[in-house]
């Protein structure tokens, strides 16, 4: 009765609730549905139509390109350098093939010194140090940089060193090699300068438990997680007897759990 009240003071003092009507609301969603589900079927089509007019343009607009192209789509060998063949069909292939996804490593030997592209994307930028980015930033004209500054820094775990143990050169590069083991990222650097925007979502984790504790102590519970529906076999804890003579990155027992866990 007294929810009753309650309902009762609303619709006569709010004319929203008032003129609720739920038969034209739930239509309203209907149509919604509907539309949205029309939409995202209807975009692939468009954007490979736009797509498809840019490309057919640009063949047409630079005839010399178009020839270069077809040219060395038709070798089977001896093709042109990927650099060479940017700087003399640039119009064309940009048009055939508007996104391209590479390493940062090698954008300076496929590419030109040029601002080829609309948009530079780094994926993972706290792996990438701003010696490697900068090459891929000065080929487009705006930049995006998606990272997480909790994951670890740039390393120089796979950089081989090739330097004699007795050495006086070694002894002297010691103290230096073991300051660098984290190298400032492009997203450290870019940080103070670029607009920011948290992304809260996480749906990755089938088990919503392989996230909770990052979650708790990292993101301070920000994160919009989801419970798991894969029933309770998602995880499951593997006791590994502690063997101190094993190294502490991967300790084989502990690999050779996991592979016997993977096979069974």
Not at 169 to 177: I, N, Q
Request: charged share 25%; with cysteine.
């Amino acid at each position: 009765a007294w929810l009753q009240s309650i309902l009762d003071y609303t619709s006569s003092s709010d004319a929203v609730v008032a003129n609720f009507v739920p038969e034209k609301h739930e239509k309203a969603i209907k149509e919604f549905k509907e539309g949205d589900h029309h939409h995202i079927e209807a975009t692939p089509k468009r954007i490979r139509r736009i797509a498809a007019e840019a490309a057919v343009s640009a063949r047409d607009e630079f005839k010399d390109q178009a020839a270069l192209v077809q040219h060395q789509a038709a070798l089977k060998r001896r093709h042109m350098p990927v650099r060479d063949f940017v700087r003399n069909a640039a119009d064309v292939l940009l048009e055939l093939k508007p996104c391209w996804a590479m390493s940062p490593l090698v954008v300076s030997q496929l590419l030109p010194p040029k601002p080829y592209f609309d948009v530079v994307i780094f994926d993972e930028a706290s792996q990438v140090t701003p010696a490697d980015a900068v090459p891929a930033i000065v080929r487009g004209k705006q930049l995006v940089i998606a990272g997480d500054e909790k994951q670890l820094p740039p390393t120089a775990f796979f950089v081989s060193e090739d330097l004699e143990d007795d050495s006086a050169e070694d002894a002297a590069l010691a103290p230096l090699m073991a300051g660098t083991r984290g190298f400032e990222s492009i997203l450290d650097a870019l940080s103070p300068l670029l607009r920011f925007r948290m992304l809260q979502w996480h749906y990755r984790s089938r088990d919503e438990r392989l996230i909770a504790f990052s979650n708790f102590h990292l993101y301070d519970r920000m994160l919009t997680t989801f419970a798991g529906a894969g029933g309770g076999r998602i995880l499951q804890f593997v006791a590994v007897p502690h063997d101190p003579s094993a190294d502490t990155n991967s300790p084989t027992p502990e690999v050779n759990a996991a592979v016997d866990v993977i096979l069974d």
